[in-house]
């Protein structure tokens, strides 16, 4: 079966840096999604990577290791608006995304 | 980046009627839009795939004739809950793909209350 593993909570510190991390097993991989989404709303884009690597987008980076089937967001200087679920979800080889549960992200002053 | 909207953003109604929710690129033209359930505290749920001009692709135990999308237009999907009851209280968000096959674009989301 399909499977994305990411923890259910963390919490971290304003001004902090926090690492969540996302396994998968998928049927075929074609790419890794993070999107952010607060409470009440829907999903915005955070990263894509398809390629093992690291992609930075200002305070915002992601790891891909497709030989491990992981990956892992890490957010740097830590705001209070940064707290939010965390969504993993891999695209399988039908070109579907499978999400995972989610981390919500608690962030303390 | 682009921008999806869904309308009504809430929606209250009577157990038993039927309720439309739509779905619209405003910025670029959605060849394939799709539906999610996320109840409380769970993750996105893929209700269904949508192609403008063909029958909507249903997930493994979603009724197509409870839940009816129509995508008329490149720009326009519809979702209709029909006889609605308490159990289809969620929020419901439509997403878009766009031109470069790995964006996909999100809905601020529809909560339906069902009473």
């Known amino acids: 079966g399909q499977n994305i593993d990411q923890p259910t909570e963390m919490t971290a510190t304003e001004g902090a840096i926090v690492q969540i991390n996302c396994t998968y097993q998928?049927?075929?991989?074609?790419?890794l999604f993070w999107y952010q989404q607060h409470a009440g709303e829907a999903p915005t884009f955070l990263s894509y990577?398809?390629l093992d690597g690291l992609e930075e987008k200002g305070r915002f980076s992601s790891f891909l290791s497709r030989s491990k089937g992981y990956s892992y967001l890490l957010l740097k200087e830590l705001q209070m608006k940064d707290s939010a679920s965390y969504l993993c979800?891999?695209?399988?080889?039908?070109?579907?995304?499978?999400w995972g549960a989610g981390t919500k992200l608690i962030i303390k002053p | 980046g682009a921008v999806v909207s869904q309308h009504p953003s809430w929606v209250i109604c009577k157990s038993g009627t039927s309720v439309k929710i739509e779905c619209r690129s405003l910025?670029?033209?959605?060849?394939?839009m799709f539906w999610y359930r996320q109840f409380p505290k769970q993750s996105l749920m893929l209700m269904a795939t949508?192609?403008?001009?063909?029958?909507?692709?249903?997930e493994q135990g979603v009724e197509k004739d409870k839940f009816l999308i129509n995508h008329a237009s490149l720009t326009l999907s519809t979702l209709t809950v029909t006889s609605a009851h308490p159990e289809d209280s969620s929020f419901y968000i439509c997403?878009?793909?766009?031109?470069?096959?790995?964006?996909?674009?999100f809905g601020p989301g529809t909560r339906l209350t069902v009473l």
């Open positions: 949508s192609n403008e001009g063909s029958k909507a692709t249903y």
């Open positions: 998928t049927s075929g991989f074609n790419g």
């Open positions: 990577n398809v």
């Open positions: 997403s878009a793909r766009g031109d470069r096959d790995y964006e996909q674009f």
């Open positions: 979800a891999v695209r399988d080889s039908n070109y579907q995304l499978i």
């Open positions: 910025d670029f033209q959605a060849t394939t």
